[in-house]
C-alpha cells in the first residue's frame, strides 16, 4: 500500500492559496468557488499564518446571523397589531447586515493551524487529521507555508500507490 518512507511533501498540494486576515468574508467566498477549494491558511500582514478558514466557518456564522435575524424579525412583529398583514419587503429587509457593516476573515477564522513539517511521515499526518477530526494540514518550512495535505491528497496517494 503506502510506501513506509512517505512523506507530507511527497502528497502535498502546493502551492497554496492563503486569505489575508483583513480580507472580507465575501471576498473569500468568492475565491473558494472560483478555485473551487472549502478552505485556505490564514496570514497576518508578515504572511504569518494566524488561522484558518473553511466553508464550515462561513455556513456556520452565516447561520448565527440569520438565527440573530429571525430573532429580530419575529420580535419586531410580536409588538406589531395582529391585525396587520406581513409585507415581504418588510421581512427581507431583515436579512441584511447594517449598512458600512463589512465581515473580516479574522472574524470569523479559526484562530488555529494544524502544522506539520514536509518531511513528517504521512501516518503521522493521518493520525494528527483523525485524532483532532481535520480535514487539512498545513506543510511549513522555517514557519512558512509551502504546501497543504487534504483529505482529498489522501485519497489521490491511496489511488497511485494502490496499482
Not at 480580507?23 to 488561522?51: H, Q, W
Not at 427581507?92 to 513539517?117: A, C, N, Q, W
Amino acid at each position: 500500500m503506502f510506501p513506509e518512507n512517505l512523506t507530507a511533501k511527497q502528497i502535498m498540494t502546493s502551492p497554496v492559496i492563503t486569505v489575508r486576515d483583513n480580507r472580507s468574508v465575501e471576498e473569500v467566498s468568492d475565491l473558494f468557488i472560483d478555485n473551487m477549494i472549502s478552505g485556505a491558511p490564514v496570514v497576518n500582514k508578515n504572511g504569518r499564518p494566524v488561522g484558518v478558514i473553511t466553508l464550515t466557518d462561513i455556513v456556520r456564522n452565516e447561520k448565527r446571523r440569520e438565527n440573530i435575524v429571525s430573532d429580530k424579525i419575529a420580535s419586531d412583529y410580536i409588538l406589531r397589531d395582529y391585525e396587520t398583514s406581513f409585507n415581504a419587503d418588510e421581512l427581507g429587509s431583515g436579512y441584511h447586515i447594517e449598512e458600512g457593516e463589512t465581515l473580516l476573515v479574522r472574524d470569523i477564522m479559526t484562530p488555529f493551524v494544524y502544522r506539520v513539517k514536509e518531511d513528517a511521515p504521512v501516518k503521522e499526518l493521518a493520525e494528527i487529521m483523525t485524532s483532532g477530526r481535520i480535514h487539512r494540514l498545513f506543510v511549513t518550512r522555517d514557519d512558512e507555508i509551502v504546501g497543504i495535505v487534504t483529505s482529498l491528497d489522501f485519497l489521490k496517494a491511496v489511488v497511485k500507490y494502490s496499482k
